[in-house]
């Protein structure tokens, strides 16, 4: 399998002195990345994922499950992993595992991931995949480790008494995740940067440690989605663990309760103002999002009516949005088999691939007999 070099590295030099994730230099290496993408889709390999606990919404949607199948459809090859191990960072058990697994799968089909284009996988199914942890846990140190602020964030948020092993070593596990594939372009939001630094230091150590040339894997980019937060109806972050999400899957009679009963503030005059309003603006914005118009002037026409009318305008653009994604996986939801099989057909995919990394890396690191 021929490697493929970080994109922005080779393609645009301005971007590679900087070899650091912060904020603003991913934003500026989003930016080159995407002027590539329109140019040459096909030299990018996507690595996408999420993890099995519990069921996508909303944030999920606009935040980063519209922009895969964008990629997708731009002609972009994708996998998307189910990160089944990853739930087991911050609690004991991974609860309804084969149902939120599944209700992934279903989301991801009825969004309009097509499984002919995209390898849907979860990666406890693939060894390969998980041999590589091993290797690329000896290229990063403790303190590295214990750096990592998304992990420390995870740490503080943590519903278990005692910090695992597995909530230390899981950005490693990531890295392997992302490499197996040898992926040159992740989709995230702002906390998953630091795994992908994470990332970028174990693939360019691997490729020096193990003198291999022009680099066995390659040093993967973000791509920051542009997508402004949503909050969810109790006006934080709109969060799976929070209760405070619309469901994809949610009907319209439980969008239309869940939206009534959204925080908003005591001024009758709706406005979009984000950064004094947050929760009445991020209303105005999932309408606008829905309906593909400008939030000021969603704001405009609703002006003196109220939030009852917000709400109810909210509401109404959501359930129409959502409808057929809706529909599609009623239907889908009905063919369980066919649920399975993507799956399977997805993790033999998957697993042909990791096969070739581990065969690399194992000539590379000498270790074959
Ligand atoms: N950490 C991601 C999350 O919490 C899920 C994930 C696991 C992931 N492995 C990944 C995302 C690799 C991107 C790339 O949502």
Redesign the pocket.
Known sequence: MTSMPGVVGSAAADYSSSDSLGTSAAQTRSAAVEDLIRQDPGRFRV?????PTGQLHLGHYFGTLHNRVRLQDLGVEMFV?I?DY?VLTDRDVADHLVEHVEGLVLDYLAIGIDPDQSTVFA?SAIPALNQLLLPFLSLVSVAELGRNPTVKDEIAHSRQSAVSGLMFT?PA??AA??LFCK?NL???GQ??LP??EL?RSIARRFNDRYGTGAGLFPEPDALLSDAPLLLGTDGTKMSKSRGNAIALAASADETARLIRGAKTDADRHITYDPVNRPEVSSLVLLAALCLGRDPHQIADDIGNAGAATLKNTVSEAVNEYLAPIRARRKQLAQDRGLIRQVLREGNERATAVADATLTDVRAAMNSVY
């Open positions: 690595l996408t994922g999420d993890r992993l990160a990853q990666h899981y596990h990531q995740d992302i992926a992740v989709p995230v906390d998953q795994h992908l990332t």
